[in-house]
């Protein structure tokens, strides 16, 4: 069967970059296909420590170097969102805004996207005060005092980045310890942010900006008002699995897609990586499963996995 493409890989984040590297290299045409400009989450982050090989790299710039480096051996088909997958014997027909290609492999490296709250206000106040991502947002804040909600690496890193620019900052968090790595929380206190512990935000409130929250103690009941300009909603992420859905691909019981150590779904030709497949979400261990999804799709377009 002609194909258009070998390989269609799905989400330019680290995982997608890396499968396309390894895609071209072992000789399959592949292209990269992302609704957005690309990056993944971790374009969203400040200051990445444990990236091995940086000790200290902006996401944004690791990012940029992973997409330079992987646009030599694929093509990118930003802001081309695909919509629908049709799965046969001998080939998939993935279907995207602007048009039909027949490929020999999916590689689905969708991601995660940000979880909401689900309280009064986060909609109606999205973009004036409530935000999923500080780097982002954070400059518009300096100066002024702004709550964190979450207890995870995200939410520390984020209030840490937040004080670091100039922000007045409050951690508000479900229970009494933090679920983040021990040095993060140690950086956050040793920096000045404040926290308050086994709260719970109830309610978004403002004019036409953001003026507040108001939170309520979970193990005592009380009902406080804090008031801030910004809310930074950090409470960890969902999975972005419509595709892997309508392909019929098996999920766990959280949503992610469940795939063997070749990165293979329950579904022939259709595999998975990075944030999508759940596990410990890390950068490093999305560019692994990248590079093994890439090699182990070699299998259903006739070509010869060289590691194997
Ligand atoms: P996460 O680890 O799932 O943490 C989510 C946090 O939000 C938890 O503290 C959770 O509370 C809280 N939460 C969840 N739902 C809530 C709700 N409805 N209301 C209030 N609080 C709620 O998510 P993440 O911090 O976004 O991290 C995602 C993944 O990326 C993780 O694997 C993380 O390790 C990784 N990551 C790593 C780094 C790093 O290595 N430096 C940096 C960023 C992210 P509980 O603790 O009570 O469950």
């Not at 971790?42 to 992973?66: C, H, Q, V, W």
């Not at 995870?152 to 479900?174: F, M, P, Q, W």
């Not at 009941?221 to 801030?228: L, Q």
């Amino acid at each position: 069967m002609p194909y258009d493409y070998d390989i269609a890989i799905i989400g330019a984040g680290a995982a997608g970059y890396s499968a396309a590297i390894y895609a071209g290299r072992s000789g399959a045409s592949a292209v990269i296909f992302d609704k957005g400009m690309g990056g993944g989450l971790t374009s969203e982050a400040d200051e990445i420590e444990n990236y091995p090989g940086f000790k200290k790299i902006k996401g944004p710039e690791l990012m940029e170097r992973m997409k330079e480096h992987a646009s030599q051996y694929a093509k990118m088909h930003f802001l081309e969102e695909v919509k629908d997958l049709k799965v046969y014997d001998d080939g998939i027909d993935v279907i995207s805004s602007k048009r039909i290609y027949k490929v020999g492999a999916v590689i689905l490296c969708t991601g995660t996207e940000h979880r909401k709250l689900g309280v009064k206000g986060e909609e109606e106040f999205r973009g004036r005060g409530v935000s999923y991502c500080a780097t982002c947002d954070g400059p518009f804040f300096v100066g002024k005092d702004v709550v964190v909600v979450g207890g995870g690496n995200t939410a520390i890193s984020e209030a840490i980045y937040l004080k670091d620019i100039g922000c007045n900052v409050t951690v508000i968090h479900r229970r009494d310890e933090l679920r983040a790595e021990k040095i993060l929380e140690d950086e956050a206190k040793q920096k000045g942010v404040n926290f308050i512990w086994n709260s719970v935000v109830e309610e978004i409130f403002g004019d036409e900006m953001v003026k507040g929250v108001k939170i309520k103690n979970v193990k005592t009941g009380e009902i406080k008002e804090i008031k801030a300009s910004g809310v930074f909603v950090s409470i960890g992420e969902e999975p972005n699995n419509e595709l892997a859905k309508k392909v019929g691909a098996q999920l766990d019981e959280h949503g992610y897609v469940k795939v063997d150590r070749l990165q293979r779904t329950s579904v022939k030709r259709v595999y998975a990586a990075g944030d999508i497949t759940g596990g410990v979400r890390q950068i490093v261990t999305a560019c692994g499963e990248g590079a093994t999804a890439a090699l182990a799709s070699l299998e259903v377009i006739g070509k010869r996995n060289p590691f194997r």
